[in-house]
């Protein structure tokens, strides 16, 4: 093979692989958008009632207007997924807001004081990175009882250290621009160049940083729900499902084991994917 | 009677752990004169002018601008509004000190509505397009990011929002040095513009004996933070009294120009590695 040519097949495989790249963002996207439309109008698609059970269809398979059949207490299956994306996403999407505001604060926070206020903050954040985030939900919900408030509070308080001390980094790079110093010579005060300038060109990282910890809060709140600790049936929820169809898989109807458990890894695949290459991104900016 | 200075500067000191990076520098700039600090990397010039300009406090020592102290760190808002109106400062780095999500009407908006508070929307509107006409940007330019412009163009920008605030001193750290040699002229002639129509002072931080030549009156010479020779910018070039001075002017290229041994052997004395 010729240089040129060896030249132009290198060119035509990174064109591919940038093209590949694209068609996965766009599919990841596709998905999380899907996903966020059933969170909001989920539970009024649902074409049958997610509570009523019939226990005459109990564990019966597709028939017409029931595509993918019924659960052990003869529930629509596919109006519990669908009311069940709701809570299931519910959850996350509140850590998510929660831990990257707390994150911020503190990371800007960190970077802007810096000595002894980002000296205290870092330390108090590597004793939070020592309880892994479940323990801490378990934890709560054993105190508090069972239900979504405690662990979402928790589950935020777990994750907020993660979010802060990445943004941390990429607050302190974006302290020591010029720019910023530029705005502190003008006499503006801390607070709003933190406002207009830090954080808007902070905010890239951020969206990936909330991207990723969705995915992780996802699977997190799915586990939670799985011990019986979060949601409690009959309210329908992806983890719950996958927890209550344990007896089916066991007697050959696996049906809303694997489809729960399908939508909850085709969304935190999606979202990590997502995630990953939006900090790609902001990294290469 | 003289004129009070706009700018003085008295016993400066800065030490960094247990370094000293500056040691003991004075001088006063008149008003409307400007001045050069020139010296090698690491001499401390630009730590002067950010302890000039308040991004860090100096050790020991005091600085004075318009009459009013600004050794300390401000401690109010007002105090910082009002020292932003003494002095004010152009980066070198065109690229990083712009923030690349404004363009430069925003920019300028900005500053203008900070100490300009009294001024309606068509004023500060009219002042910044009298700010883009002054540093030479069109309206494109001006409402463009700052990813889309060239160097030269955002060092423009730089110069538009230091001259905002309408302050007594400008301080061009290095503020030509990232500029390839024409735009650098381009720069350069608006300074001097600049001054001539507006009155302001400059102290001008750089390395470069040819930028110094064509813009200021007086010029001292930093050497591991002290001044080691000060005058006419004229006389210190034309005819320097310390070695290091002329090593400093004998290292600016020109045609036929070589490292020499005896330029090497000064250079390299002067940092023993």
Known sequence: MTIAASVLDGVRTRRRRVAGNTVVVWVCAAIVGLALLLAVFGP????????????TYANVGPVAGHPLGFDSQGRDLLSRLLAGARTSMAGPALVVVLAMAGGTVLAVVSAWAGR???????????????????????????????GLTAPTLVLALAYTPYVARVLRGAALRERAQPYIAACEVQGLSAFTICLRHLVPNIAPMMAAQGTLLFGYAMVDFAAISFMGLGVQPPTSDWGVMVSTGQPGVLQGYPAESLTAGLCIVVVVVAVNLLGERLSQRSEGR | MTEEPVLRVTGLRREFGGVVAVDGVDFEIPRGGSLAIVGESGSGKSTVANMVVGLCAPTAGTITACGRDRSRPARSAKE??????EVQIVFQDPYASLDPRHCAEQTLDEVLRLHRADDGKQQRQARVAELGDLVGLDARQMRARPRALSGGQRQRIAIARALAAEPEVIILDESVAALDVLVQAQVLNLLADIRERTGVSYLLISHDLGVVRQITDETVVMRRGRIIERGPTADVLAHPRQPYTQVLRDSVPHAGWKPTRALRALTEGAQPS
Do not use: E
Request: aromatic residues 8%.
């Open chain 1, 44 to 55: 009024a698609l649902a074409p049958h009632d997610p509570d009523a059970a019939d226990l």
């Open chain 1, 116 to 146: 002894w206020i980002d000296a205290t903050l870092s330390a108090v954040m590597d004793v939070l990175f020592a309880f892994p985030a479940v323990l801490l939900a378990v934890l709560a919900a054993a105190v508090f009882g069972p």
């Open chain 2, 80 to 85: 910082r509004r009002l020292r932003g109106r």
